[in-house]
């Protein structure tokens, strides 16, 4: 394709000769007799190089420069002149001219720089396109490991449930099969049956969960939201809640504000939140209180649970927002959980723009607390 070259001077002379000194060496050139009309021909269609006189009626020709590398940053300026002085080629150059041709010139150097100043465009365009296929291979290489890992997470979460599934039914069996081939005395099998149904349903909380998050993932997938007042999230869960804590016999304090606090996302979602958080600390907490907070801070929406129950070992913080995991004091008590609750609550509150924390030493009581942008109202 032949390369397009654009003349911007006000004498017919010099246009003239450029242009037949050019056109004989295959390239297109256009003419144009001041700067406005010779960048509306720029604008107009490309070129590869611009030959531009510096004095002209109207728009200077190195103000003209800029003009033109707004629109094609790669266009190659050079600067006609009669008169070249220190002071304008160190303007020229700070505004992006690649060479200078000084009247009177002849064919010969006008070809050399033209030439020079094309071949400048080539090798530039080719970096460019270079550096934009190394960009893209970049690109590929990160979508390809963050796919491997997703893959690696994918079939160690199947392992996960697979494992978490298996574990309940394969104890309901080997207790069933020992009553049915009659090593368990009468007197003895009610207890056998209730530890089934114990287990069948640790099996349906299990299941319950990880429809949970199904449903949740799809959900974040589909990326609709709506405006939720978080306040009147929390007090319908609060209500729900606080009978466990009397129950229990637990101190249940909550700090909400009276206005609304909205944010963007899913109400489902949020209720999910707050359950899975505040249905922890009510779980791991035997004696004193169970605190929950929500305030405005900095145009971010802050929940905190707060309770005095067990803690978290320090070795297991790091994993307490993974699938299925437990910490090992809450293994080792009566309680049974599937390990999914926080997962679920890390998933939502980033998926909605915030993040998810934790503090908390054994022994000593846990603080779960989330931040979500509010909406301004």
């Not at 009309?37 to 269609?45: H, P, S, V, W």
């Not at 963050?146 to 079939?155: N, T």
């Not at 907070?293 to 927002?321: T, Y």
Request: charged residues 30%.
């Amino acid at each position: 394709m032949a390369e397009r070259i654009l003349v911007i001077d006000d004498e017919p002379g010099i246009r003239e000769g450029v242009r037949r000194g050019l056109s004989p060496q295959g390239y297109v050139v256009e003419t144009a007799e001041d700067g406005k009309a010779g960048l509306a021909l720029f604008c107009e269609q490309p070129f590869d190089l611009v030959l531009i006189d510096v004095m002209m009626p109207g728009t200077s020709g190195i103000d003209l420069i800029g003009e033109i590398h707004k629109i094609d940053p790669e266009a190659v300026c050079i600067i006609i002149t009669g008169y070249a002085t220190v002071e304008m080629a160190v303007r020229a150059i700070k505004e992006g001219a690649y060479d200078f041709l000084t009247k009177p010139f002849s064919v010969d150097d006008l070809l050399l720089v033209v030439r020079q100043g094309l071949e400048r465009r080539r090798l530039s365009l080719e970096t460019k396109r270079l550096r934009s296929i190394e960009e893209q291979a970049r690109r590929l290489q990160e979508e390809k490991a963050r796919l491997e890992e997703l893959d690696r997470a994918k079939m160690q979460f199947i392992r996960l449930v697979t494992h978490e599934l298996q574990a309940p039914i394969a104890a309901i069996h080997t207790y069933l099969r020992l009553i049915l081939d009659g090593y368990i005395a009468p007197e003895e099998q009610r207890t056998i049956i209730e530890k089934c149904v114990a287990r069948a349903q640790e099996q349906m909380k299990l299941i319950n969960d990880l429809l949970q998050l199904g449903r949740v993932q799809a959900q974040l997938h589909d990326g609709k939201v709506e405006a939720v007042d978080m306040v009147e999230v929390l007090r319908a869960v609060l209500e729900k809640m606080q009978p466990q804590a009397i129950e229990k016999g637990l101190e249940f304090r909550a700090q909400i504000p009276p206005s609304p606090l909205v944010v963007s996302g899913n109400r489902d979602h949020f209720i999910s939140v707050w359950t899975n958080l505040i249905g922890n600390a009510l779980k791991y907490t035997q004696k004193g209180f169970v605190e929950i907070s929500l305030r405005a801070e900095n145009g971010k929406l802050i929940g905190e649970v707060r309770d005095s129950g067990i803690g978290i070992p320090e070795a297991d913080q790091a994993h307490l927002f993974e699938e299925f995991f437990r910490a090992s004091n809450a293994k080792k008590g009566a309680q049974h959980g599937t390990g999914l609750g926080l997962a679920i609550v890390k998933r939502v509150v980033e998926a909605a723009g915030g993040e998810v924390w934790v503090k908390s030493r054994e022994g000593e009581g846990s603080l779960f607390a989330f931040s979500l942008p509010l909406i301004q109202r």
